[in-house]
């Protein structure tokens, strides 16, 4: 079966622009979850999608957005690209909302010129 | 506010043991994990501890005191492959999942 995967794997952007960020979690998972991983930091939680809802939302702006598709995939969309914005985006799938059987993806990475 | 303490940078020898503190303060406590991130890739799940104590597995032991808000994760046998960042991470009472910054580990020969 295949893992989380996660497109693309690397992107540059210029400030002011928009990116859009897609995952498709493990077959069977109905949880989507995302992350931003700074350099040198560990991950901070930006989003949790469970059955196509929003469950749960880290401490980020409202330039980043996503949602859930009706097949369990996952779009993160950040608007107004800032340069602080460059980090590892890495998205994690579950089976429900439990956080013990998250698997992670390979990570999107996001340069922001 | 919530905070997770980890060492930076640790350093050990190939067949060795090395043990990576983990202290948290977070509003409410519902589970701490540890996960091990290689340069590059995305974090893979070592452990996860709730009750107090020592879960072992394999070459890898967590332990977790509630009281003290302290974790260890302890490696034996250190191999080369060992060389990674190792994430301590906790959930808290809205079952956020809070991230310490990580400790790199450097194994030698």
């Known amino acids: 079966d295949a893992g989380v995967t996660q497109s693309p794997t690397h992107l540059i952007k210029t400030r002011g622009q928009h990116v859009t960020l897609r995952c498709s979690p493990i077959?069977?998972?109905?949880?989507v979850s995302w992350y931003q991983q700074v350099l040198g930091q560990g991950p901070q939680f930006i989003f949790q999608?469970?059955?196509?809802?929003?469950?749960g939302r880290g401490n980020f702006p409202d330039r980043f957005s996503a949602r859930q598709f009706p097949n369990y995939s996952s779009e993160l969309n950040v608007n107004a690209l800032l340069l602080g914005d460059s980090a590892l985006y890495l998205c994690?799938?579950?089976?429900?909302?439990?956080?013990?059987?998250?698997?992670f993806g390979p990570g999107t990475r996001l340069l922001v010129l | 506010g919530q905070n997770i303490d980890q060492p930076t940078e640790m350093t050990a020898t190939e067949g060795a043991i090395v043990q990576i503190n983990c202290t948290y303060q977070?509003?409410?406590?519902?589970?701490l994990f540890w996960y091990q991130q290689h340069a590059g890739e995305a974090p893979t799940f070592l452990s996860y501890n709730v009750l107090d104590g020592l879960e072992e597995k394999g070459r890898f032991s967590s332990f977790l005191s509630r009281s003290k808000g302290y974790s260890y994760l302890l490696l034996k046998e250190l191999q080369m492959k060992d060389s990674a960042s190792y994430l301590c991470?906790?959930?808290?009472?809205?079952?956020?999942?809070?991230w310490g910054a990580g400790t790199k580990l450097i194994i030698k020969p």
């Open positions: 999608y469970y059955e196509k809802e929003e469950r």
């Open positions: 077959s069977g998972h109905k949880s």
């Open positions: 991470a906790v959930i808290d009472s809205n079952y956020q999942l809070i």
């Open positions: 977070t509003s409410g406590f519902n589970g």
């Open positions: 994690a799938s579950s089976s429900g909302l439990e956080w013990e059987t998250q698997y």
